[in-house]
């Protein structure tokens, strides 16, 4: 290939970049009956606040970034139910949950690019006090702000009226009502249900080629073999990699499916203090770190019991993982994992 035709295929590699570019930051086509709320592209959306004064509470979409890559923060408002009313006789339990920021979820990451731009399904202008009576949008404790490069816009929020499933906005700034997409709101409410990671890896199982254990003191090793009849792996002693091991595979099918019930926030440890570590799993491929899991134990947080002798509280599995931004709440079979994982080292 010849200096110029060198030249002119970088000419036409840069032109495609460009429109790969332009077409993304391009406004989608509206549809019948369809407004621009908020003009701002997916590249300069910074925050979207969804915040409840009447339950005073709030959650945060935030671009974040740590050693995987890109994500959606999440920040979720802390709560405080120490001083409920409770029945006569009935222990007082401390139930606080601290602010938290944990990775948010596919689901996070499709709602924050709704918002670039965001775009309602009716405009209906400005609305005479009647009218925002009746829908609510006069007294509303329920508000909505989108914050991006050089914009910043506040929105009241209702949820859908009798008879509708699409929530109602207006803007603050302008008085202009619009009509928006359920997830706006329906998500932004159940967002530490619905919006929150719970994904312990991002890689997946079959790139794995070898696995490691440390539990007890004691590490083992096994050598990771495609399945060709079905997603997952075989487990393998380093020195007979021709005989699986089944009890292996058992056990560790069980710890590469545990599902948090819980997550905390990047930094946060249960009752303030750091679990006890209790069992290791690592991932490599080809010599490389892919991740780990770790298993942890805990004892929860004391009740405020009036009792002379309260039973002793039970220990509460916890795992982090090279993808958790922190330590995550397991359910009780973890415990008996880490037993398993024990023996299994030491075998």
Do not use: C
Request: glycine content about 8%; cysteine-free.
């Amino acid at each position: 290939m010849t200096g110029r035709s060198v030249a002119v295929q970088g000419v036409l590699a840069a032109a495609a970049l460009v429109a790969a570019y332009a077409t993304w930051q391009r406004e989608p086509e509206l549809g019948k009956g369809e407004a621009i709320v908020v003009d701002v592209s997916k590249g300069d959306l910074e925050k979207i606040r969804y915040q409840d004064d009447e339950l005073k509470s709030w959650v945060e979409l935030v671009r974040d970034k740590d050693a995987n890559g890109s994500f959606i923060g999440v920040r979720l408002s802390g709560s405080d139910a120490s001083g409920a009313a409770l029945p006569s006789g009935h222990p007082v339990v401390v139930l606080k949950v601290p602010e938290r920021l944990v990775r948010g979820n596919e689901s996070a990451k499709k709602l924050f690019d709704r918002f670039g731009p965001l775009r309602a399904s009716r405009a209906l202008g400005v609305l005479d006090a009647a009218k925002l009576k009746e829908l609510g949008l006069d007294t509303t404790k329920k508000h909505l702000e989108v914050v991006g490069r050089g914009t910043k816009r506040r929105f009241a929020i209702v949820p859908a009226p009798s008879g509708a499933n699409e929530p109602y906005i207006r803007d603050e700034q302008d008085g202009r009502v619009y009509v928006v997409s359920r997830p706006v709101l329906s998500d932004m409410q159940a967002a530490a249900t619905n919006l929150v990671e719970r994904k312990m890896h991002d890689f997946r199982l079959e790139e794995v080629d070898r696995v490691v254990l440390t539990a007890g003191g004691k590490t083992k090793e096994w050598k990771a073999l495609r399945m060709d009849d079905m997603p997952g792996i075989r487990l393998a002693p380093m020195a007979t990699p021709d005989k699986p091991d089944e009890t292996a595979k058992t056990w560790h099918d069980r710890v590469w499916n545990l599902f948090p019930s819980e997550v905390l926030g990047k930094g946060e440890n249960p009752d303030g203090a750091a679990p006890k570590l209790s069992a290791k799993v690592e991932y490599f491929m080809r010599g490389r770190s892919l991740g780990f899991v770790e298993l942890a134990r805990a004892a929860p947080a004391a009740s405020n019991e009036s009792t002379a002798m309260p039973a002793p509280a039970p220990e509460i599995a916890y795992g982090r993982s090279e993808f958790t931004l922190g330590w995550a709440k397991l359910p009780g079979e973890a415990f008996s994992l880490v037993a398993e994982g024990e023996k299994l080292a030491g075998r």
